[in-house]
């Protein structure tokens, strides 16, 4: 995906003014920006569709005359679930992604925009995990979550046992370290939950001996919501976390680009990760 089209006049003049290196970084920039503000647009238009939570489908019935089912995937609901102010539209292209890959389950959650509290929103999505279970008579789920989703996510897996239910947590630009950015937004409660050195991040940063659970979090040089970029990085000893660094987009498009939903499908098929750091995605 490429939208360097319109900037193309412009590249002399960037490379006369500034050091090639930093004429690269300068377009780069320029083209994640641009993306992002072409998501965002189409996101206020898909915004209104994703207030009202999903219709939940009922597990497949058994057959009644004792015939034998031909064998399915057996791999677990996907839960998918939203970032700060968002709901679940976010996830239009990603779940359409997800669906047609093997057929799996993919559910969309949504919780309060009014949320103050990561822990309270963990402990509601760890009944809304069980009842996803109970319903299609998983044992566990994967958990997809988007920026403040993929933290919420992770205090349930690490802090209330969720770690029995979630076999693999994959992050999208999460804050998983803190973020220093808009630091006006600290009037929020849940923002504040968000900073470097908050109580919830020490929480996050304490022991988690015999975590089940496999992490993959998806972090972007180019976050602008991140600061550093590096905060959306797992770096947990007892944590199975494998950190993808992707280059060229930014926050918005985490959860849209194809190729991070090519590397997400890639995540949820790898039930044993051996290493720990996988290499870089290039997507722009």
């Known amino acids: 995906m490429k939208v360097t089209g319109i900037l193309e ?3 002399p003049l960037c490379r006369r003014f500034l050091p090639d290196r930093l004429a690269g970084l300068s ?3 320029l083209r994640s920006t641009a993306l992002e503000a ?3 647009a189409g996101h206020l238009l898909l915004y ?3 207030l009202t939570p999903e219709r939940r489908s009922p597990a497949p019935p ?3 005359d004792g015939t034998a089912l031909l064998p399915v995937r057996t791999a677990p609901p996907v839960v998918l679930l939203h970032g700060f102010i968002d709901n679940r539209s976010v996830f239009v292209l990603l779940r359409r992604a ?5 057929g799996q389950r993919v559910e969309s959650l949504n919780y309060s925009p009014l949320t103050c509290d990561i822990r309270t ?3 509601l999505l760890g009944r809304h995990v069980e009842e996803i279970c109970q319903r299609t008579g998983s044992r566990r789920v994967d958990i997809v979550g988007h920026s403040l989703g993929g933290l919420i996510a992770r205090y349930y897996v690490q802090r209330l046992g969720g770690d029995y239910r979630v076999r693999t947590l994959v992050t999208l630009g999460t804050p998983h370290s803190g973020t220093r950015v808009v630091p006006l937004a600290d009037a929020h409660p849940i923002v504040r939950q968000m900073r470097p050195g908050s109580v919830v991040m020490e929480e996050l940063s304490q022991p988690a001996p015999g975590c089940r659970t496999r992490f ?3 972090w972007s040089d180019l976050d602008s919501m991140m600061d550093p970029v590096e905060a959306a990085r797992i770096d947990h000893p007892d944590l199975m976390a494998t950190n993808v660094q992707v280059t060229g987009i930014g926050h918005l498009a985490l959860p849209v680009h194809p190729a991070v939903a090519t590397g997400i499908r890639q995540a949820l098929d790898e039930a044993y990760p051996e290493e720990r750091v996988a290499g870089g995605l290039t997507v722009a």
């Open 9 to 11: 006049p412009f590249l």
């Open 27 to 29: 377009m780069a920039l």
């Open 38 to 40: 072409a998501i965002l």
């Open 48 to 50: 209104p569709t994703g």
């Open 62 to 64: 058994a057959p009644r």
């Open 98 to 102: 997800l669906a047609q890959h093997g």
């Open 121 to 123: 929103a963990a402990g």
């Open 216 to 218: 993959v979090s998806f």
